[in-house]
C-alpha cells in the first residue's frame, strides 16, 4: 500500500477563535463555519500574475495542514489572483486560497506551508525549495458547528465515500447512494458565460453553448457572476435537480478531442498557465451542483488526450492538471474523479499512477474511476487505487448493460476489492438516450438500461445522447427534450428510497428464475426484486419464511399493486406468480410485513453503520 502524503500528524496547540470573517494568525476565514459546508482560508502572498516569471502554478507551493482533535490532514492550496476573479476576470493580484470542508464539529486549528522553488507545486518533499515568506510557518484556528441544511443539499448528508463494497455511502447521514442523470453533452462546460479566449480561438467554436433554454430555470437568490451571467448553465442544474436526477457530468480538459472548447488553461496551447477567473466561475457552477444534490462526475480526459500531458506519464504537466482540480474542486462533498473517457493507449503502469496521485493527494479520497476504452482488468484489486469504473457499453438498444455492469462487480468482488459499477455510457455513441419526439416510451432505454444496470448490482446510470441525433453529446442545449426518461428514473430512485430496499447489501442472481429475460436482485431471506421485462409467470426461489408480495410499475411509478400474502414458503419451494400484464413489472418478495408501507409514504433515510469521515488510509 502507498502511503499517502496527508498522513496523521501531531495536534497543534493554537489560540481558539470562532470568528466568521475576521482576520486570525494567518489569513482570513470565510464561509459558513458548519460541519460539510465549504470554508475557504484566504492569504495575502507574493504580487504575481498567471503570465508572470517565475510561473506563480510552478513556483510556489501553498499546503495547509488542518487538524480537529487527534486527526489531520494537508489540503492543497492555490493561486487566485485578486479574491474576486470570478467577477473581476483579474489575471494578478496576490491572493492565495485554501478550501476545506470540514468533516467535524468544534474548533480546527491549521498551520501553513508555502515554498519556492522551480516545479515546487509538484514536488511532494514537504521539505522541498525554501521558506516563500509571507505566510510560510504560521497558524490559526476557528470554529465549526453543526449543519443546518435538509433534503436534497448534500451539505445535510456529508461526505461521499467509498467503503469497500459496491455502493457509496454518506459520512453524515449513513445513506448509501444509487445514481442517475447525464452523461451527456461532455463538454457541458464549453459555455459562454465564462471567461477565456476559447470561444473565439478556432477550435470547433461552433459548439460554444448559451444554455438559453434553462435561462427560465434559474430561480432568483441562485449565483450569477459578472451582473447575471450564468443563468443558463445553472437553470440547467436546476432542471436536472426538479426532475430528480442526482448526477451530471462533463470534462474539464478536451484539448484535441472531439469539442476543444474546455481547459484550465489560459489558451489551448498552455499546458502550466491557469485561467483563474474561468476556474472560480467553474466553481460557483459546482457549488451550485453540490447543493442542489448533484454527484458531480469529472471525466479528466477522453482518448484524443489521454497521452497529451507528458506523453501519459505522471510528470508535472499531468501533476499540476490533478493538483489544480484537486485544490480547487475536492471540497465538494459528492464526485469522482474519473481518469479519462475510452482510455486506451495508456500502460497499466500509468494508469496506476494516476489512481495513485488521486489516492495520495486527495484529502477526501473521493472515488476514483476509469471509462474503457480497454477493459482495464489490469487494474483490478491491489493492482491500483481504483474504487470504481464508468462503464461504456456499444449496443443501441442498450442489451449488453446488465451483462456487462454485473461482469465489473463480478471480477472486482473475486479479486478482493469491490468496485462501484456505474453504467455512465450505455447504448452505442450513434443513437443511445435519443429524444422523447423520436421515442416517447424508452422501453428500450428503461428495461435494459436502467433497470438493467441498477439490477445488476450497480451504483446507478448517466445518459449518452448519440450524436446521430438531436440535442447530442456534443450539441445538447436542453435537457427537457428526454423529460419522460428523467421521470422513468426518478420512478426507479424513488421506489429503493420509499420502500427502504437494502441494495447496498443485495446480490444479482439470475438463475433464481427460469427466465433468461429476468433480472433478480436479492439478500436471501429479506427481500428479493425480479424485474420482468415482458411480464408473464415467474417462479423464484426463496428461503424458508412467510413473504409478501407486490408489483411495482416501472413505467408510471405507481405504488405495489396485487399486495398479498404467501405464508409457510418451506425451504426449496418456490413464489409462484403472474404480472399483472405483459408490459415490464418489478415484483417485490420481502419478509411478511415489511411491504406494508403506505405508497405516499415520503422518502426515508437509510442509516449505516457509522464510519470515520476522511479518514486517512495508513501505511
Known amino acids: 500500500m502507498q502511503r499517502p502524503i496527508f498522513q496523521i500528524i501531531g495536534v497543534f496547540i493554537f489560540l481558539l477563535t470562532s470568528s466568521c470573517f475576521d482576520p486570525v494568525e494567518a489569513g482570513t476565514v470565510t464561509g459558513e463555519l458548519k460541519m460539510w459546508h465549504k470554508v475557504t482560508v484566504t492569504f495575502d502572498g507574493p504580487d504575481t500574475s498567471e503570465r508572470a516569471d517565475p510561473n506563480p502554478f510552478m513556483y510556489y507551493r501553498l499546503n495547509v495542514t488542518f487538524s480537529n482533535g487527534d486527526k489531520s490532514f494537508v489540503v492543497p492550496g492555490y493561486y487566485a489572483v485578486d479574491g474576486n476573479a470570478a467577477n473581476s476576470s483579474a489575471d494578478s493580484g ?12 468544534g474548533v480546527w486549528k491549521y498551520k501553513v506551508s508555502f515554498r519556492k522553488s522551480d516545479n515546487i507545486s509538484v514536488n511532494d518533499d514537504p521539505d522541498a525549495g525554501e521558506s516563500a515568506g509571507f505566510m510560510d510557518g504560521e497558524t490559526g484556528t476557528f470554529k465549526v458547528g453543526p449543519t443546518d441544511k435538509a433534503g436534497r443539499d448534500m451539505r445535510a448528508k456529508g461526505l461521499l465515500q467509498y467503503v469497500g463494497k459496491h455502493h457509496l455511502r454518506f459520512a453524515g447521514s449513513g445513506e448509501y447512494f444509487l445514481k442517475c442523470g447525464v452523461d451527456a453533452p461532455e463538454n457541458f462546460l464549453a459555455y459562454a458565460d465564462f471567461d477565456g479566449d476559447f470561444k473565439k480561438d478556432g477550435h470547433k467554436d461552433n459548439f460554444i453553448k448559451t444554455w438559453q433554454g434553462h435561462v427560465k430555470d434559474w430561480r432568483e437568490g441562485d449565483p450569477t457572476w459578472q451582473n447575471g451571467k450564468g443563468k443558463g448553465i445553472i437553470g440547467a442544474i436546476n432542471y436536472l435537480a426538479s426532475e430528480g436526477m442526482n448526477v451530471f457530468s462533463f470534462l474539464p480538459m478536451n484539448i484535441e478531442g472531439d469539442d476543444r472548447n474546455v481547459f484550465p488553461y489560459l489558451t489551448y496551447n498552455d499546458r502550466d498557465r491557469l485561467d483563474c477567473s474561468r476556474l472560480d466561475q467553474w466553481e ?10 448533484m454527484y458531480l462526475h469529472f471525466k479528466t480526459m477522453e482518448t484524443e488526450n489521454e497521452l497529451l500531458l507528458d506523453n501519459g506519464d505522471l510528470g508535472p504537466q499531468r501533476k499540476l492538471y490533478y493538483r489544480e482540480l484537486i485544490a480547487r474542486f475536492s471540497h465538494h462533498l459528492a464526485l469522482n474523479w474519473n481518469l479519462g473517457e475510452e482510455i486506451n493507449n495508456a500502460t497499466t503502469a500509468q494508469k496506476a499512477a494516476w489512481a495513485r496521485y488521486f489516492w495520495t493527494h486527495d484529502p477526501y479520497q473521493h472515488n476514483i474511476v476509469i471509462h474503457n476504452g480497454s477493459n482495464h482488468y489490469d487494474l483490478l484489486g491491489k493492482n491500483s487505487e481504483l474504487t470504481g469504473f464508468s462503464l461504456q457499453t456499444n449496443k443501441p438498444d442498450f442489451s449488453c448493460v446488465h451483462s456487462q455492469t454485473k461482469n465489473y462487480i463480478d471480477r472486482s468482488a473475486a479479486a478482493g476489492k469491490p468496485w462501484v459499477v456505474a453504467c455512465d455510457e450505455p447504448g452505442d455513441a450513434g443513437h443511445s438516450l435519443v429524444t422523447d419526439a423520436e421515442d416517447p416510451t424508452h422501453d ?4 435494459n438500461a436502467l433497470w438493467g444496470a441498477i439490477m445488476a ?8 445522447f448519440g450524436y446521430k441525433h438531436p440535442h447530442s453529446d456534443l450539441t445538447c442545449q436542453d435537457y427537457r427534450v428526454r423529460q ?3 421521470a422513468q428514473c426518478r420512478y426507479a430512485l424513488q421506489f429503493f428510497d420509499k420502500y427502504e430496499i437494502p441494495f447496498w447489501d443485495m446480490k444479482c442472481e439470475d438463475a433464481m428464475t427460469a427466465n433468461t429475460d429476468d433480472y433478480v436482485l436479492y ?3 429479506e427481500v428479493y426484486l425480479v424485474y420482468l421485462k415482458f411480464g408473464g409467470k415467474v417462479s423464484v426461489d426463496v428461503v424458508r419464511g412467510k413473504f409478501d408480495c407486490g408489483w411495482f410499475n416501472p413505467r408510471t411509478g405507481d405504488g405495489l399493486k396485487g399486495l398479498l400474502k404467501k405464508s409457510s414458503v418451506a425451504a426449496g419451494n418456490k413464489v409462484e406468480l403472474a404480472s399483472p400484464d405483459d408490459n415490464d413489472w418489478l415484483l417485490v418478495i420481502r419478509g411478511e410485513g415489511k411491504l406494508n408501507l403506505a405508497c405516499d409514504k415520503p422518502p426515508a433515510v437509510r442509516q449505516g453503520a457509522a464510519v470515520e469521515p476522511m479518514s486517512l488510509k495508513q501505511p
Not at 94 to 105: F, S, Y
Not at 457 to 464: D, F, S
Open 94 to 105: 496576490n491572493k492565495w486560497r485554501v478550501h476545506l470542508a470540514p468533516n467535524n464539529t
Open 444 to 447: 428500450n432505454a428503461r428495461k
Open 284 to 293: 460557483i457552477v459546482f457549488s451550485h451542483g453540490n447543493n442542489m444534490g
Open 457 to 464: 448490482g450497480g451504483a446507478g446510470i448517466e445518459w449518452y
Open 523 to 525: 439478500k436471501g431471506g
Open 484 to 486: 419522460k426518461m428523467w
